[in-house]
């Protein structure tokens, strides 16, 4: 059994984002059954997001009785669920209007590539600078279709002002929230920095906000949306009958 010290905040920290995904989690996928077809596979996906995400925690938990975490440990869980993150954002402007299927392909591409292009550069398998610089690019690419593209369009035309606020949201989280990952990943690459835990406390709170909030954000968005398309639905038969 394991048995931690009571000062001991990274590993408060691993525990905390793994209670805090795995309730994220089940609320979740019991929101798929409150809100309307088209926004079920978007919940889904922050779900899926979430329980790797809790997955991830419980095996950093366990490397931390060693005194240590590998970098690896974060990785693992990130290549999974940021690109999970980035197609429910895909999902989410498809249900404002129809995005195309290539868009689909590139955003998994540049989510997968992002993350993997950073490991390979902070597990010193590539050149560092080089790593950091790809990586870097993949994510402003992402934000590029995000602020400037098909989705972005998408959303600005739809006549649901909640889905225009959580899509907001959502474009601040992928912003803000996860600038954390290459500065992180610039301090430990470049700094010649040794994790005491201090960056391992960072990223778990990090990932906990970041998939937290943004699972609830597309949930929140989702509820009201369904709400509204049911209203409007109802107003509808109203004046056919009359």
């Known amino acids: 059994m394991m048995v931690f010290e009571s000062a001991d905040l990274t590993a408060a920290s691993f525990s905390a984002a793994l209670f805090g995904l795995v ?44 005194g240590s975490v590998p970098i690896l440990y974060h990785y693992a869980g990130w290549i999974i669920s940021m690109p999970l993150q980035v197609l429910a954002l895909y999902f989410f402007a498809n249900a404002a209007g129809r995005q195309r299927i290539g868009l689909f392909w590139r955003l998994v591409v540049a989510a997968v590539l992002m993350v993997f292009v950073r ?10 600078a080089l790593a950091f610089l790809i990586g870097l690019a993949f994510w402003l690419y992402i934000l590029g279709e995000l602020f400037f593209g098909r989705m972005d369009t998408a959303v600005r035309e739809s006549d649901h002002d909640a889905i225009r606020r959580g899509y907001f949201w959502l474009r601040l989280i992928v912003t803000v929230g996860w600038a954390i990952y290459p500065l992180g990943n610039f301090i430990m690459s470049f700094g010649s920095f040794i994790d005491g835990g201090a960056i391992s406390v960072t990223y778990n709170v990090a990932d906990f906000l970041n998939r937290m909030t943004f699972g609830v954000a597309v949930l929140a968005t989702a509820i009201m949306a369904t709400r509204h398309s049911q209203t409007q639905a109802a107003g509808d038969n109203e004046e056919q009958r009359s």
């Open 119 to 128: 490991y390979l550069g902070e597990a010193q398998l590539m050149h560092a």
């Open 23 to 66: 309730a994220t989690s089940i609320l979740l996928l019991l929101g798929t059954a409150w809100v309307g077809q088209r926004w079920k596979i978007t919940v889904t996906l922050c779900a899926c997001a979430a329980v790797v995400g809790a997955g991830a925690m419980f095996e950093g938990r366990e490397a931390w009785t060693t």
